[in-house]
């Protein structure tokens, strides 16, 4: 398999040697017959697991009705959705696409729309984001990541952006005050509840009502990119929901349909910029990603997922602590809200993530690296107490065999 693969496939990814080929629940299965227990769930993407019936009911229904048909008409699935993210939400209005990226370039023009036509003065908006920060790959969204090493080689980024360090509210009032110059001032505020690729670091409360409080003074909108965090993963519907504060406008997109691909941004009224014309995707809210994320989001409602998710997260924690406490000189801390949880390694042990992922592995234990340093653990929000309990037996396992 990899020597046709990598033939034809352009060489994007840093893959493991493994070709998974089934699912269920919280189990994958390779070619060669090997059980692992998915605790990455496609990057805390399969929110039900693998093979969930509801959502197999929903996406074969759906298919076999109506799968596509293009924006160009009314989608009552689309609008069924936008509903329910509405009524589960602090936005008022929703607009879909395919993907995490995605969102995030819709929430950027929905930004600078609202800089030149409602903060009529600003000509030149700028977006700060968050050193460490993860917004993905595409030149908008790449442009507003806060990590050099994904830049190097794209040059030139989109103009218009400045990183400020995470959780420091004196950078945000510096960066406020020096960016104010002429027509070029500060816009908006593009945040993640908690840093998830950049090594899954929660926000600070305090820093997140002072950010709040900010916006609301100057008129600088305030945007969650709640990709990885939203839709039940922390344990609360959406990431904001553990910091207090709510955003003007955020993204959803990895969870929100469970594995087939879809995006969105919401926003509060006052917001609401677009006009026709001003954005569009092909494939955004088509029936089939649409049913497929109403199956999920009713799941998460029907089976009392929030609950799970808090419970597990909790159980996951005090394994991953016992783990730091039994071996204190390779690990520093464990973070995380819920069902995201990262387990980092201390500074100056030579051991990086990616050989305690590659270790797990073998061991039977797929979970994946958050930078070089932190191990990221996002199972589906439907794992059991003894998936949780055999998840630390393999790490436990796999790093005493590492030390
Ligand atoms: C994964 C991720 C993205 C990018 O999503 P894609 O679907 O890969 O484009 C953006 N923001 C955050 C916080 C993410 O975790």
Redo the contacts with the bound molecule.
């Keep these: 398999m990899p020597e046709t693969f990598n033939r034809y496939v352009m060489n994007t990814y840093g893959r493991f040697p493994v070709t998974i080929e089934r699912g269920l629940g919280c189990r994958v299965w390779d070619t060669g017959g090997k059980e692992y227990l998915d605790f990455v769930a496609g990057?805390?993407t399969c929110t039900l697991g693998h093979a969930h019936p509801a959502l197999v009911e929903a996406v074969t229904k759906q298919i076999q009705k109506l799968h596509h048909v293009s924006n160009l008409y009314y989608i009552p699935e689309q609008g069924e959705l936008a509903q329910w993210l509405v009524e589960h939400s602090c936005g008022d209005k929703v607009f879909f696409c395919n993907?995490?990226?995605?969102?995030?370039e819709a929430a950027i023009k929905l930004i600078r729309k609202y800089a030149h036509t409602v903060l009529e003065f600003l000509e030149q908006p700028v977006i700060l984001t968050t050193i460490n920060?993860?917004?993905?790959?595409?030149m908008g969204?790449l442009s507003a990541t806060g990590q050099p090493k994904y830049h190097q080689h794209f040059e030139p980024l989109l103009p218009g952006f400045e990183y400020i360090p995470y959780n420091d509210i004196v950078a945000v009032e510096e960066a406020i005050t020096n960016i104010d110059e002429g027509n070029r001032r500060v816009a908006a505020i593009m945040i993640?509840p908690l840093?998830?690729?950049g090594g899954v670091r929660p926000g600070d409360l305090e820093y997140f009502l002072r950010l709040r409080k900010i916006c609301d003074e100057t008129g600088i909108l305030l945007v969650f990119?709640?990709?990885?965090?939203g839709v039940g993963r922390t344990g609360k519907m959406w990431g904001y929901e553990n910091l207090g504060v709510s955003p003007d406008i955020f993204?959803t997109?990895?969870g929100l349909a469970g594995g087939i691909?879809i995006?969105a941004v919401v926003c509060k009224q006052f917001c609401d910029v677009f006009e026709p014309g001003n954005h569009a995707s092909t494939f955004g809210g088509n029936p089939l990603a649409c049913a497929a994320a109403l199956a999920v989001l009713n799941t998460i409602e029907r089976e009392n997922l929030l609950q799970n998710v808090q419970a597990r997260g909790e159980q996951l924690r005090t394994r991953l602590r016992a783990l730091v406490q039994k071996y204190p000189h390779i690990f520093s801390e464990v973070r995380g809200w819920g069902l995201i949880n990262g387990l980092e390694i201390r500074e100056g042990v030579s051991l990086t993530s990616l050989d305690i992922v590659n270790k797990a592995l073998e061991n039977g234990l797929l979970v994946a690296p958050a930078g070089p340093k932190v191990v990221r653990f996002v199972p589906p929000l439907i794992v059991s107490p003894q998936e949780v309990d055999m998840a630390a037996e393999i790490l436990d396992k796999t790093i005493a065999s590492l030390v």
């Design positions: 990057i805390a993907s995490g990226a995605e969102a995030n920060s993860f917004h993905g790959r595409t969204a993640e840093q998830g690729e990119d709640e990709v990885q965090v993204t997109a990895k691909p995006g």
